[in-house]
């Protein structure tokens, strides 16, 4: 189940409001390459739960017998996804958080579930990494999606960030950008501001 508030569909709540009603008209059925996605998130959930739980665990061969179709590009990137949050675990500091539910709004349902989150209580550092499995680049860079995932850590959990790094594996790529944590305020007020807006009816259409 999906909020009607997800992360991925951020982009489109946020800058036109009207498009959550208008979309509650129409039936929402997954495309193909989401259904893969979903498929292709899941294979590498269970191989890091199944790592973390015996670092003996063969994880590449994990993932080639398990993954349905023959593409070397697609079973790369998943590889170096759970390569990348492999390495960012062997910092004792680091707590790792797996498809992670996060509210960042409980009161009207917003939550979404993040690939992978790394906190370091210490240092206060929170770090999202988020796989991206389409063929579309994606811009990290002021990703509303990774910074609602943020925002829904920071709600759930009750902790102070000083450093936000968001990041996004595609590909054989590992892209990160480092949050100004001035404009990361500006964007929770701004969340919180739409939501009570889309909640009482005060919708904009910005196509």
Known sequence: MHSKYSPSNSHKWLNCTASILEEQKYK??????AIKGVAYHKLCDQALKFYFADNNFNYFEYISENLEEDDEDIKLSLLEYIDYIIKSSKDNHNQIYIEEKLYYDKKHDAFGTA?????????????????KTGRV??????????LLYALGFIYTYKQKIETLYITIVQGNNINTHIVNMNKFK??????????????????????
């Open 137 to 146: 680049n994606v811009k990290v860079e002021n990703n509303e999606q990774l």
């Open 186 to 207: 500006l964007f929770i007020y701004r969340v919180n501001k739409t939501i009570k807006q889309i909640e009482k009816g005060d919708v904009v259409y910005k196509p």
């Open 28 to 33: 929402n059925d997954k495309n193909e390459m």
């Open 115 to 131: 690939d992978c989150l790394i906190f370091n209580k210490s240092k206060k550092t929170l770090q999202v990494v988020d796989l």
